[in-house]
């Protein structure tokens, strides 16, 4: 069977992007050495991914890259992230009885770091159970991911650069890939700059509320593991808690960087360069913010109509009070755009505010942020098609093209969306009843919502979701089929489903 | 004045017979049968070449001419002739263009490509049926003195209320002055005491409001023009859509080709774009022509264009405008029950007519095949006029000039027997045809 595909050279840009994947392991290495902890796991680590980036980097060491073989290394170099940053997991866990320890474990846990996904299967999660330097691993896996590692490969490697629309265009979250500057390479910069200069402003912010003494559990290393799960859509914390761990203050100030993550990082880069009209009139900008602002309201009715019982982490009295709106609104900022932070176990509120929770994170952030799910640009194109449809069944001769943003949707484009979304949704059914069915293989009844819950959280990149799976809950219990099947459906969806499908699919039409 | 005329097609034939009497015309055309033809039927020098190229321009006299019209039915072609003949005459040069992209460049920078007055002729064409679907029951409407004073042309019938009144019992507007009533073959300068007759066309000249009052007298039942259906999408229909989507007024379009209907519907958000066979009753009726104002057939020929008018009309279609690219058609076309014909070289022969009359006038509109023009001039101080009442000086004019409006310093003024007319000051005459260049010798 032939691939048609020149795979060597995919794999050896692969090579390439693990040797510099090594090098982002000295940020752990260096957390180690602070804080006076282990270093041998990851001076072993950066050694052996090193070696096999070499290694791997020889087998075509001037690499070709076309359309196909675009698809394949983007596919590859997820899967491969995801398999090498198993190796951190795998080394402290020897022998200490962490969850980790096993490979499944530890894959699932490494997929759903760069895919920013935040769903866990780490037993115990907190400082008293690891080190810092393997948490703040963990954290970074989600930094890493929510740009996306081929954009930073662009940004960084001329050679990559050539090839780099196309590899950009298999990557990047949305349907059409916006270039901003002539280079590819420029727009990669720019848009990692952009990432890193948010991320930079949020560890500042909450160093800051904690030297002000209004976050006194918010100290550097919070505020730096926040900051790599924050901008990200990531929902990764080093806590149990999550940010119901942090004050008020810190859960307020989390709010405005949730929502910016959602958001089209192309944007700004217009408000950057004074043209702020550019953002303020793109319809998916205001499609989003105003998803966010109608949901937080309703979901605040719902609070305040006493849809959380009193709980001991973010409890929620019922009536208006400064707490149900933040609850309310955190929550929302949160599982909309698929971050996966929690200030209260939603997973415990009653099954009606829980349902809104599930339809809010159907939606998914903005085409060219770092958020997961459908996007809103999807939602948009999807439902102006809707309305197109049943407007011509009526006036069968009316030219109707659709548009956004007042620029017209190329007719391919709205046929390749809706062909996205259906796959989409198709595949989450699916895996919903196989996780169902394969759970109660295993002994296991899940509740319709957990298993709902589990697919759209791995699939669309959310992390946590209801009962078991709730934002202080696990995944720890699944059979290591199912993990795997949420470790393809992080994959698949971190990846916008599209390129590791069509992978598979000219594999299958080629012989 | 010597002037080249590019292109011997319709426009540049018509141009060049109403410049050939009072210039030196030379005509350019790659086609050496109409070169032939041109020689015999016009008092021109007809010259066989590219227009173009230097060469010809040269051999055409480019040098000592005064005027270039490039006006073939290629816009690229009129563009170079232009900038070619830039770089070795001073000539004036007018290009006319049919696609409004360059009309959009030459517009932010006037001069630009070596053009001194681009001519859109879609673009005009366009203007001046929107101009009359603006207001219900005029067949010809144009503006004058930056908008402050209206010229517009209405058809008296049977059912008109003033049909049968005298000019004094109709006029009861104070901004409005009766100019002229076009009777058959006459042009009739209306007294007080003069009747209208159905089939009269009349021209009035005020302001917009006093027109716009008028209008609501001949025809009371049409209220605003709230649903316009364009039937074809040519590059005319195309921009009388977009004009229309402007001035906010609802519109659709009906195109059969389908690929040049998704051009359309993606280039027209606010048209409704129909896809569909611009004849086929059955769909007309469906889109409930017989409850829209106004039809405009711009479907690229005149046999179709005339088809579909009439259609429209039949399958009750309140009013219905017609294209004609073939000016002698105008007057078929509206007596077989067109109610307008619009010919979009009448457009350009008044821009060029115009800018050749340029010392002299402000802003021409001709009316009904030429038959008269309603002219705007700036009274200078060597002016007959300046200094005297109007019932003085107007003695020193031919017979048959109607003084309709003056506008001064930005403001109307009603021109009566004892208005003393200042220098400075716009007026707008009427004048018929053969008296047009001795009126403005005289102002």
Redesign the interface.
């Known amino acids: 069977m032939s691939w048609r595909v020149d795979w060597q050279a995919s794999v050896g840009l692969l090579g390439t992007g693990l040797k510099y994947l090594a090098v982002t392991m000295f940020v752990p290495l260096f957390v180690a050495v602070v804080y006076m902890e282990d270093i041998w796991v990851f001076a072993l680590s950066i050694v052996l991914v090193m070696a096999l980036g070499f290694a791997l980097e020889r087998i075509d060491p001037d690499p070709d890259v076309g359309a196909r073989e675009a698809l394949l290394f983007v596919s590859l170099a997820w899967f491969t992230a995801a398999l090498v940053g198993t190796i951190p997991y795998l080394l402290a866990g020897f022998g200490t009885g962490s969850t980790l320890a096993n490979p499944v474990n530890a894959l699932f846990e490494s997929m759903s770091g760069f895919t920013t996904t935040g769903a866990t299967v780490m037993g115990q999660i907190g400082l008293e159970h690891h080190s810092h330097a393997l948490l703040i691993w963990r954290q970074l896996t989600q930094w890493l991911g929510g740009m996306g590692i081929i954009v930073l490969m662009i940004a960084i490697l001329p050679e990559v650069a050539v090839n780099g629309a196309q590899l950009m265009a298999s990557e990047a979250p949305g349907p059409e890939l916006q270039k901003l500057t002539p280079k590819i390479a420029e727009t990669a910069r720019v848009l990692w700059l952009i990432y890193f200069g948010f991320t930079i402003a949020y560890v500042v912010v909450m160093y800051g509320l904690h030297l002000a003494g209004f976050a006194p559990n918010m100290n550097l290393y919070n505020a730096v593991a926040h900051g790599f799960t924050t901008l990200p859509t990531g929902g990764f914390s080093p806590h149990a808690e999550s940010i119901a761990y942090f004050s008020a203050a810190v859960q307020w100030a989390a709010i405005p960087f949730l929502v910016v993550a959602g958001v089209n990082f192309a944007l700004f880069w217009h408000v950057l360069k004074g043209e702020f009209d550019v953002m303020l009139e793109n319809a998916e900008f205001r499609a989003y913010t105003g998803a966010i602002a109608v949901t937080t309201a309703l979901l605040s009715l719902l609070l305040v109509r006493g849809a959380a019982p009193p709980l001991d982490i973010g409890g929620v009295t019922g009536g208006v009070t400064e707490n149900t709106v933040r609850q309310a609104a955190f929550q929302i900022a949160s599982l909309l755009n698929s971050t996966g932070y929690a200030t209260s176990d939603f997973a415990q509120w009653d099954t009606h505010a829980q349902v809104f929770l599930l339809f809010v994170m159907f939606i998914g952030g903005s085409a060219g942020s770092t958020g997961g799910g459908v996007k809103v640009v999807r939602w948009l194109v999807v439902f102006k098609t809707i309305r197109r449809e049943l407007y011509t069944t009526a006036h069968p001769d009316v030219v109707k093209p659709v548009r956004l943003t007042g620029s017209v949707v190329d007719e391919d484009a709205v046929r390749g969306i809706a062909a996205f979304t259906l796959l989409y949704v198709l595949l989450f059914g699916f895996s919903a009843v196989f996780i169902s069915l394969d759970t109660a293989r295993i002994g296991i009844e899940l509740s319709t919502l957990e298993a709902v819950s589990a697919s759209l959280a791995t699939i669309g990149n959310i992390g946590p979701g209801f009962g078991r799976l709730g934002p202080f809950g696990n995944y720890e219990f699944f059979s290591d089929a199912s993990k795997l099947l949420m470790v393809f459906l992080m994959w698949v969806g971190r990846l916008e489903i599209v390129p590791v499908l069509a992978v598979f699919i000219s594999a299958l039409d080629s012989d | 004045m010597r002037v080249v005329i590019i292109g011997a097609g319709e426009v540049g034939s018509s141009v060049a017979a109403s410049l050939a009497d009072d210039h030196e015309v030379v005509v350019i055309d790659l086609d050496s049968d109409r070169v032939d033809t041109l020689t015999y039927s016009l008092d021109v020098l007809a010259v066989q070449g590219d227009g173009a190229s230097l060469r010809t321009l040269r051999e055409a006299g480019i040098d000592d001419a005064d005027l270039l019209i490039a006006c073939t039915d290629d816009d690229e072609t009129n563009i170079v002739s232009c900038g070619t003949a830039k770089t070795i005459s001073d000539a004036f040069t007018i290009a006319r263009v049919r696609n409004t992209k360059f009309l959009d460049t030459w517009n932010q920078s006037e001069g630009a490509l070596g053009i001194d007055l681009m001519v859109g002729t879609n673009l005009l064409a366009a203007q001046s049926i929107v101009r009359v679907i603006g207001l219900p029951g005029a067949e010809d409407v144009d503006y004058f003195a930056d908008g402050l004073i209206q010229m517009a042309e209405f058809r008296m019938t049977e059912e008109t209320p003033i049909t049968g009144m005298s000019v004094a019992e109709a006029d009861t507007f104070d901004s409005l002055t009766f100019a002229a009533i076009l009777r058959d073959e006459e042009v009739v300068i209306p007294s007080g005491d003069t009747c209208l007759r159905d089939g009269d066309d009349v021209v009035v000249i005020g302001s917009p409001e006093s027109v716009s009052e008028f209008a609501r007298t001949i025809e009371p039942h049409v209220d605003d023009i709230s649903d316009v259906l364009i039937v074809g999408g040519d590059e005319i229909g195309f921009e009388i859509a977009g004009l229309l989507s402007e001035r906010e007024i609802p519109n659709r379009l ?2 059969p080709d ?1 690929e040049r ?2 051009y ?3 280039a027209l ?1 606010k048209t ?5 066979d611009p004849t086929d009753q059955e ?1 007309l009726l469906r ?1 409930r022509i017989d409850e829209v104002d106004v039809a405009i057939a711009t479907l690229g020929s005149d046999e179709r264009n005339l088809l579909s008018a009439l259609l429209s009309k039949r399958l009750g279609a309140s009013r219905s405008i017609a294209v004609v690219e073939d000016g002698d058609y105008s007057d078929l076309f509206e007596a077989v029950g067109v109610d307008i014909a619009v010919n979009p070289r009448e457009a350009i022969a008044e821009e060029i007519t115009r800018f050749t009359r340029e010392q002299h006038a402000e802003n021409v509109a001709i009316i009904e095949d030429d038959r008269a023009e309603v002219l705007e001039v700036e009274v200078d101080k060597e002016s007959v006029l300046v200094g005297r009442p109007i019932h003085e000086s107007i003695k020193e004019l031919p017979d048959g000039v109607v003084i309709g409006a003056i506008a001064r310093d930005g403001a109307y003024v009603i021109p009566r027997g004892d208005t003393v007319i200042e220098e400075n000051d716009h007026i707008v005459v009427f004048a018929a045809q053969d008296i047009v260049e001795e009126t403005l010798e005289a102002i």
């Open positions: 009906v195109e389908p209907a998704r359309l519907a993606e958000p409704t774009v129909l896809e569909n769909f889109e």
